[in-house]
């Protein structure tokens, strides 16, 4: 059997198993998408804020461009002559409003999370991460020369008897996790991991915040706002591709880690930086962050509403965010929940192995603050 075979037979075996993706075709009409001849709501958008589908808001922004500042290309890495203005005022207000010594900025998550562990760790290093860090995490980690101990979901009690046992044969200890997880839709206790991280000289965190920056907090800067304890982590990473509706990636950190990071950081150092107006549009969001407080407050209402009637109709919900799942089973299972939401008007997509475990496939509902308490109502009543 040659590579070809090899491949058609492994998509066939996808294909039996429920579980063969394909890339869908679909329209964009604000907060609604087209597919097969429907009109639905979308509820598998990470535009948590509703800014992506905001046309005030991008009126605004274009108003202030002119043909000298809309740049659509660095053309370089930052590193050689792609490091705009634009990049260093959108640093020096992240590590403003976060209250640390310094911020940089990265083409993605994905970027950032495959290139900040394998830059700060090496053979003396133990990573102890959570067994649902993103697949981002998990490959930042495979790319590293460190040694790696996945603990359990939220196991703190395992984690603690994992830093005790191994903190002493190791130059340093990075903990990893996310602060809400992107399946699960639950929440990391960040105050007690920063509690076990202080407990020995030589441990770090690393937390990535994708799926609560912007939505999160007072000001929306993520969940360790809202736990109070952004100073106390070592490495503190979010997206700008979701709940900020535009592109790339930040971490806060002390001055000494940035300045590692450009030095040492081969996803940042050997790519072309993003487009200076992609910067300047993510830079507009930022500064407004402040003021969306009344869309996290509608976004968690709706949240809740939708959490709390899954529950009720017998579904396990560790969700704690806007980040619902209802879980069905076998992948078949989701899928034909899936199709039959869809027939009903709601864009809600399965979620399949390998992306969860086996027998864990599930619809993930991804509230948005553009969705009415109307609309969670009506997607309740077709929920089986």
Same mark, same amino acid.
């Given at each position: 059997?040659?590579?070809?075979?090899?491949?058609?037979?492994?998509?066939?075996?996808?294909?039996?198993?429920?579980?063969?993706?394909?890339?869908?075709?679909?329209?964009?009409?604000?907060?609604?998408?087209?597919?097969?001849?429907?009109?639905?709501?979308?509820?598998?958008?990470?535009?948590?804020?509703?800014?992506?589908?905001?046309?005030?808001?991008?009126?605004?922004?274009?108003?202030?461009?002119?043909?000298?500042?809309?740049?659509?290309?660095s053309s370089s890495s930052r590193l050689l002559t792609?490091?705009?203005?634009?990049?260093?005022?959108?640093e020096q207000t992240l590590a403003g409003l976060f209250?640390?010594?310094?911020?940089?900025?990265?083409?993605?998550?994905?970027?950032?999370?495959?290139?900040?562990?394998?830059?700060?760790?090496?053979?003396?290093?133990?990573? #102890?991460?959570?067994?649902?860090?993103? !697949?981002?995490?998990?490959? $930042?980690?495979?790319?590293?020369?460190? =040694?790696? +101990? %996945?603990?359990?979901?939220?196991?703190?009690?395992?984690?603690?008897?994992?830093?005790?046992?191994?903190?002493?044969?190791?130059?340093?200890?990075?903990?990893?996790?996310?602060?809400?997880?992107?399946?699960?839709?639950?929440?990391?206790?960040?105050?007690?991991?920063?509690?076990?991280?202080?407990?020995?000289?030589?441990?770090?965190?690393?937390?990535?915040?994708?799926?609560?920056?912007?939505?999160?907090?007072?000001?929306?800067?993520?969940?360790?706002?809202?736990?109070?304890?952004?100073?106390?982590?070592?490495? #503190?990473?979010?997206?700008?591709?979701? !709940?900020?509706?535009?592109? $790339?990636?930040?971490?806060?950190?002390? =001055?000494? +880690? %940035?300045?590692?990071?450009?030095?040492?950081?081969?996803?940042?150092?050997?790519?072309?930086?993003?487009?200076p107006v992609n910067i300047a549009w993510t830079l507009?969001?930022?500064?407004?962050?402040?003021?969306?407080?009344?869309?996290?407050?509608?976004?968690?209402?709706?949240?809740?509403?939708?959490?709390?009637?899954?529950?009720?109709?017998?579904?396990?919900?560790?969700?704690?965010?806007?980040?619902?799942?209802?879980?069905?089973?076998?992948?078949?299972?989701?899928?034909?929940?899936?199709?039959?939401?869809?027939?009903?008007?709601?864009?809600?997509?399965?979620?399949?192995?390998?992306?969860?475990?086996?027998?864990?496939?599930?619809?993930?509902?991804?509230?948005?603050?553009?969705?009415?308490?109307?609309?969670?109502?009506?997607?309740?009543?077709?929920?089986?």
């Amino acid at each position: 059997m040659n590579a070809i075979e090899q491949m058609q037979q492994e998509l066939q075996i996808l294909e039996e198993h429920s579980n063969l993706r394909s890339l869908p075709a679909l329209t964009h009409e604000g907060r609604y998408v087209e597919a097969h001849g429907r009109r639905m709501l979308n509820l598998s958008s990470n535009d948590y804020l509703g800014l992506a589908a905001d046309r005030q808001l991008r009126e605004e922004f274009l108003q202030g461009l002119t043909a000298d500042s809309f740049l659509p290309t660095s053309s370089s890495s930052r590193l050689l002559t792609g490091n705009f203005s634009i990049y260093d005022e959108l640093e020096q207000t992240l590590a403003g409003l976060f209250g640390t010594e310094a911020a940089l900025v990265f083409n993605s998550g994905y970027h950032a999370n495959t290139g900040i562990l394998p830059a700060v760790s090496d053979a003396h290093t133990l990573i #102890l991460a959570d067994k649902l860090v993103h !697949a981002s995490l998990i490959d $930042g980690i495979r790319l590293s020369a460190a =040694r790696c +101990i %996945r603990y359990r979901h939220n196991d703190l009690k395992q984690l603690e008897r994992l830093l005790t046992e191994n903190h002493s044969a190791y130059r340093q200890v990075i903990i990893v996790t996310e602060s809400l997880f992107s399946m699960d839709g639950d929440a990391a206790d960040l105050k007690e991991l920063v509690r076990l991280k202080q407990a020995y000289d030589n441990v770090l965190l690393y937390v990535d915040e994708a799926h609560a920056f912007g939505v999160r907090g007072e000001r929306g800067l993520g969940y360790a706002e809202e736990c109070g304890c952004i100073g106390e982590i070592d490495f #503190l990473v979010g997206t700008f591709g979701k !709940a900020a509706a535009s592109a $790339g990636a930040y971490i806060v950190c002390r =001055r000494a +880690i %940035r300045e590692y990071l450009v030095n040492r950081m081969r996803t940042f150092i050997f790519t072309t930086a993003l487009p200076p107006v992609n910067i300047a549009w993510t830079l507009f969001i930022v500064r407004k962050l402040t003021g969306f407080q009344a869309r996290r407050m509608h976004l968690e209402r709706i949240s809740s509403m939708l959490r709390n009637a899954l529950t009720e109709k017998g579904y396990a919900c560790p969700s704690t965010s806007h980040i619902v799942p209802m879980i069905a089973g076998a992948s078949a299972d989701a899928i034909l929940k899936a199709e039959a939401l869809q027939r009903h008007g709601f864009y809600a997509l399965p979620v399949r192995p390998p992306t969860v475990p086996e027998g864990t496939s599930r619809i993930r509902f991804s509230l948005t603050a553009d969705i009415t308490e109307e609309e969670v109502e009506e997607l309740i009543k077709h929920i089986g």
